[in-house]
């Protein structure tokens, strides 16, 4: 490829609302442009690279027994309806009319034309187990794109869905997807970790996240070193502390003016925030039937502790939660600032904590502005529809597996993987005949990793100061060829030597460049090998050969250039082959 005929161009300056190293440097060396809020085109550059991304999700998914095939973007409404999540799912499902006046769906995910694919197709136990797979375009509306394309609105995924006959053949295909997912990222040059998440919209029964650790990254993760336990902090667990025994004592009324924080409380009674019990008013939105509604939720927390609202909407079965007014607040018999579930209007729903429910003597608000109540104890004072572990991990909590210490990281999620068990089969009708002729659902799992944020994640691991450094497995070129005054005969012959070997050659032939400016784009653009050809080469009959990456430049003789190009690709290859290894299953 000659850059003098290349679509796109680099940028000296980057867009002025990018923040994340890789949107800036994807945009400024030609890889993206970008369209609307979350919507990009993926300009020649940057499709080499994805196409070599999704290639090696091909070799891994195939390695595992999976079947490509392709299915559509746009869906009938039908479907969805008929798992629920047409109801279930907010504004940013894509939802139109067609021509006909009939609701359709633009595609978010693509377990629902599986479920119907399945329970057209698959007849008897012998069909399974099965694999198949896609690369697709998605849709989903999302209120706050970020970060280029780390969240977008349009993006590719390769989805692959499992189907077995039994739980222990999803076992059996969730760990293979486990350990292909490692081999993908490392093979594309990504450090990641799998982590316990949450099945969120998916459902099911289980799911992991797989985490590039990085400070862009939007999710939480909770991190054990002594032991390796790993979680997403939407779902992670802690080993909490066994409140002190004590019995318990006489409600008491205090005065406590101006007293509206859990700290300021603590302060003006002389108690450690662990004495104390925290409200927190949310509203959640469940579906009832076929409806949404709305629903007072009080949830009750210590002091010293932070909701977790993702654990609080799984407990209530809420798909969102919101903080609730202060006239909602009211009109339960609650006072902001002074709350507690003593006294408050029945049929509220009430989450109460568990390690809540188990201390005595907390301090709690009154439900009367400027006054708090000493001693509070649940089962006497107040109950719960639901106690439920509620409360967020932070640094320095217990390991819920062996009692060390935990950490909390920030990552971007590049892949995830679920095991939807019978969730769509039973929803959609997905069953088959056993050996013994009786009817059983079709058990499924499904495991998604998006191209384009991965690519992006590539971009923001790999670079310097100067632009992109790809790894030779995802670079859109393997030589970038920068020919100069003197050397355009040897620079073309030896474009052509290098293709007739199988090497991608990027040539910088653009007339009347500096040979600064196009060591500038060279290193931007952060293909892996780069070549130099002036007249000094020409006189001196040999070609400077240096990695982007650093190291010496070495000098090649024309005769020899191609098997020394040859080699440092072999040896990038073999760098990147090595990462690949296995790993241990965190079930």
């Given amino acids: 490829m000659r850059m003098s005929v290349l679509f796109g161009q680099t940028l000296r300056e980057a867009p002025a609302d990018a923040e994340l190293t890789s949107h800036k440097l994807l945009v400024r060396a030609g890889f993206v442009r970008q369209l609307g809020a979350g919507i990009f085109s993926a300009l020649p550059l940057a499709k080499r690279s994805i196409t070599k991304i999704e290639n090696i999700m091909r070799e891994e998914m195939n390695a595992i027994g999976g079947q490509e095939m392709t299915m559509p973007v746009v869906h009938p409404a039908e479907i969805w309806k008929e798992s629920q999540r047409w109801y279930q799912i907010g504004s940013e499902m894509g939802r139109f009319k ?144 066994a409140p002190v025994s004590e019995a318990s004592l006489p409600l008491e009324k205090v005065a406590t003016p101006g007293v509206t924080t859990i700290a300021s409380l603590a302060q003006f009674l ?86 809540v429910a188990a201390a005595a003597n907390l301090v709690a608000g009154a439900n009367e502005d400027g006054y708090h109540l000493l001693n509070t104890n649940y089962g006497r004072d107040y109950r719960a529809t639901l106690i439920a572990d509620i409360v967020s991990v932070q640094d320095g909590y217990g390991c819920v597996d062996c009692g060390g210490p935990l950490r909390t990281s920030r990552g971007v999620e590049v892949g995830n993987i679920f095991k939807l068990g019978t969730r769509y089969s039973d929803a959609l009708g ?71 070997a199988g090497v991608e050659v990027l040539l910088d032939d653009r007339p009347d460049l ?44 024309v005769g020899e250039v191609t098997a020394m190009v040859l080699s440092e690709m072999a040896a990038l290859y073999a760098e990147t082959a090595s990462r690949a290894v296995t790993m241990p299953y965190s079930g």
């Fill in 98 to 241: 067609d021509a006909g006046g009939r609701d359709m769906v633009l595609a978010m995910t693509h377990e629902e034309v599986v479920g119907d694919l399945v329970r057209n197709i698959i007849q008897s136990y012998r069909q399974l187990p099965a694999m198949i797979y896609h690369i697709q375009t998605k849709w989903r509306d999302e209120l706050r794109t970020r970060g280029g394309l780390i969240r977008v609105r349009e993006f590719t995924m390769k989805d692959s869905y499992s189907l077995d006959a039994d739980w222990e053949g999803l076992d059996t295909q969730y760990r293979a997807h486990y350990q292909a997912y490692f081999n993908i990222f490392n093979r594309c040059g990504l450090p990641t970790i799998a982590v316990k998440s949450d099945v969120g919209m998916m459902g099911g029964k289980m799911a992991h996240e797989f985490m590039y650790l990085s400070p862009i990254g939007e999710d939480t993760l909770v991190l054990c070193d002594q032991c390796g336990y790993t979680a997403n902090r939407q779902v992670a667990r802690f080993r909490k502390p």
């Fill in 270 to 355: 002389g108690i450690p925030e662990s004495k104390t019990a925290k409200a927190v008013f949310q509203v959640a939105t469940v579906t009832k039937g076929e409806e949404d509604v709305q629903e007072f939720v009080f949830a009750v927390v210590r002091g010293d502790m932070e909701l977790n609202e993702t654990k609080l909407a799984n407990a209530v079965k809420a798909k969102a939660l919101r903080p609730a007014h202060e006239e909602e607040i009211r009109a339960i018999g609650a006072t902001p600032g002074y709350g507690s579930p003593v006294g408050i209007a029945p049929g509220v729903l009430v989450v109460v904590d568990d390690l």
């Fill in 430 to 500: 997905c069953t088959f005949l056993d050996r013994d002729g009786k009817e059983k659902p079709v058990i499924m799992g499904s495991y998604g990793i998006g191209s384009g944020r991965l690519l992006a994640c590539v971009a923001e691991e790999h670079n310097d100061e100067h632009g992109l450094i790809w790894p030779i497995s995802v670079a859109p070129f393997h030589v970038h060829l920068v020919m100069l005054k003197g050397g355009e005969e040897l620079a073309a012959r030896l474009h052509d030597e290098l293709t007739e």
């Fill in 514 to 557: 500096s040979a600064g400016v196009k060591f500038n784009d060279a290193d931007l653009i952060g293909v892996p090998l780069r070549l130099t050809v002036g007249a000094r080469a020409v006189k001196e009959g040999g070609v400077e050969l240096k990695r982007r990456s650093g190291g010496e430049v070495k000098l090649a003789p």
